[in-house]
């Protein structure tokens, strides 16, 4: 009943930038929290950086001061602009959103990922 579109993955050299965006749609009534997680291979989805309906933004550590998470809640879309990219922020980047569908049912969905990779 909702689907989560990512795009703007692909490849760059370390210290570039990469702008990926995430389209929420389906029969949404409102988005509570939006989240980009990664996984690299041979490790556990992590957690990269979440935002509330009301701007609220938290990031990891590892990501800090070179990701940049926002959304606009008119278009039910979520943003992360990456800088400063290393090679260990490779991985298949997924995009989360929580919320209300119509009807008063709560929802969680995933993207299906966009891989980045940072390489020379």
């Known amino acids: 009943q909702v689907q989560l579109v990512e795009s703007g993955g692909g490849l760059v050299q370390p210290g570039g930038s990469l702008r990926l965006s995430c389209a929420a749609s389906?029969?949404?009534?409102?988005?509570?929290?939006m989240a980009w997680y990664r996984q690299a291979p041979g490790k556990q989805r992590e957690l990269v950086a979440t935002?509330?309906?009301?701007?609220?933004?938290n990031y990891a550590d590892s990501v800090k001061g070179r990701f940049t998470i926002s959304r606009d809640n008119a278009k039910n879309m979520v943003y992360l602009q990456m800088n400063s990219l290393k090679a260990e922020d490779t991985a298949v980047y997924y995009c989360?959103?929580?919320?209300?569908?119509?009807?008063?049912?709560?929802?969680?969905?995933w993207g299906q990922g966009t891989q980045v990779t940072v390489s020379s």
């Open positions: 389906g029969r949404i009534f409102s988005i509570n929290t």
């Open positions: 935002i509330s309906s009301g701007g609220i933004r």
């Open positions: 989360n959103a929580d919320g209300l569908l119509y009807g008063s049912r709560n929802f969680n969905y």
